[in-house]
């Protein structure tokens, strides 16, 4: 993605926020300093014991979504990045076709799928849009449930 300087918004990016007019619920953390892979923007997240962000499985109950940064790209262990959490709308990448209005859960590579009845990862939001196609990016309201 390029940027320009008379560009007012960020373009459609997976882990930036769809609703620029509210930044409410991203909350900064700090990432554990066990983690030495690079942590992407749309990763799903949890807490260790000590309150730093560590990714999560699945299938695992985290808090949120990474935020993407322009500025860093991703990060590391010790860096402080934002996540946005609950009732946040975020731009997010689907993993399969996707139609409006359904549960999504996360799946691989901070991807969303439709969440299947029972849910085999954690439910994690509603889509807002359609997918036609892996690779789509979606409105994803992030709602844990």
Known sequence: MTFSTNQFALSRQKGTLANTQSKENAIAFKIAATVTTLVAPAQ???????GNLVEVATTVQGIGFIQFNAVKGSATGNDVIDVFMDNTVMWMEAGAAIV??????????????????PAVNITVGIALDAAAQAGDLIRVQIKQF
């Open 44 to 50: 799903y997240v949890g807490l260790d014991a000590d």
């Open 100 to 117: 409006p209005g359904v549960k999504v859960e996360v799946a691989a590579a901070q991807t969303v799928i439709t969440a299947p009845t």
